[in-house]
T-cell receptor, first 114, second 114 residues
Framework: KAGVTQTPRYLIKTRGQQVTLSCSPI?????VSWYQQTPGQGLQFLFE???????NKGNFPGRFSGRQFSNSRSEMNVSTLELGDSALYLC?????????????FGNGTRLTVT | AQSVTQLDSQVPVFEEAPVELRCNYS??????LFWYVQYPNQGLQLLLK??????LVESINGFEAEFNKSQTSFHLRKPSVHISDTAEYFC????????????FGKGTKLSVKP
């Protein structure tokens, strides 16, 4: 089975711009979660989608949004980029049907905001 | 709210020596506990997890962790490490109502020296 695929791997944007990151989950997985990883804050949960519905949301400003499509693929959008948004953004998929389901992570998209 | 503390940010150790990476979590009625490993420029991979049952859980590559409810700990151990174990290790916790929302510790960088 193919793993979780995130595109693009690297992205450089300017302050004030917006960006869209893409995530293709493992086939059959209906849950997709997004995390931000930075050296200072570590791994922080952004949001989780299950069957096209946002099921859970972390403590991030409204500039961060996401969506999930009927084929379970997910996109994350960040508007009005700030320097502090520079981070590795990780997507993870799981079957999502049971508590404690294993998250399978992609290799991430490294976003640099200049 | 749940929180996770990884007591050591860096652990240097010689090859074939034993290692323990410490993890403590804030108390909750019931929790699910995980250890993930991250190699450079990659996403996270599940090492092992505790959901219920036996308090000692093992991974396929020789790591083990013990769930200690009274001490709210889930320390990771390996009796003999290899160079290839060099990576960053993350402890994570979730309760039953937070599918996809893992609370991660800040990580421990394990450096295995020859």
């Amino acid at each position: 089975k193919a793993g979780v695929t995130q595109t693009p791997r690297y992205l450089i944007k300017t302050r004030g711009q917006q960006v869209t990151l893409s995530c293709s989950p493992i086939s059959g997985h209906r849950s997709v979660s997004w995390y931000q990883q930075t050296p200072g804050q570590g791994l922080q949960f952004l949001f989780e989608y299950f069957s096209e519905t946002q099921r859970n949301k972390g403590n991030f400003p409204g500039r961060f949004s996401g969506r999930q499509f009927s084929n379970s693929r997910s996109e994350m959008n960040v508007s009005t980029l700030e320097l502090g948004d520079s981070a590795l953004y990780l997507c993870a998929s799981s079957l999502g049907a049971t508590d404690g389901a294993t998250l399978h992570f992609g290799n991430g998209t490294r976003l640099t905001v200049t | 709210a749940q929180s996770v503390t990884q007591l050591d940010s860096q652990v240097p150790v010689f090859e074939e020596a034993p290692v323990e990476l410490r993890c403590n979590y804030s108390s909750s009625v019931s929790v699910y506990l995980f250890w993930y490993v991250q190699y450079p420029n990659q996403g996270l991979q599940l090492l092992l997890k505790y959901l219920s049952g036996s308090t000692l859980v093992e991974s396929i590559n020789g790591f083990e962790a013990e769930f200690n409810k009274s001490q709210t700990s889930f320390h990771l151990r390996k009796p003999s490490v290899h160079i290839s174990d060099t990576a960053e290790y993350f402890c994570a916790v979730t309760d039953g109502g937070s599918q996809g929302n893992l609370i991660f510790g800040k990580g421990t960088k394990l450096s295995v020296k020859p």
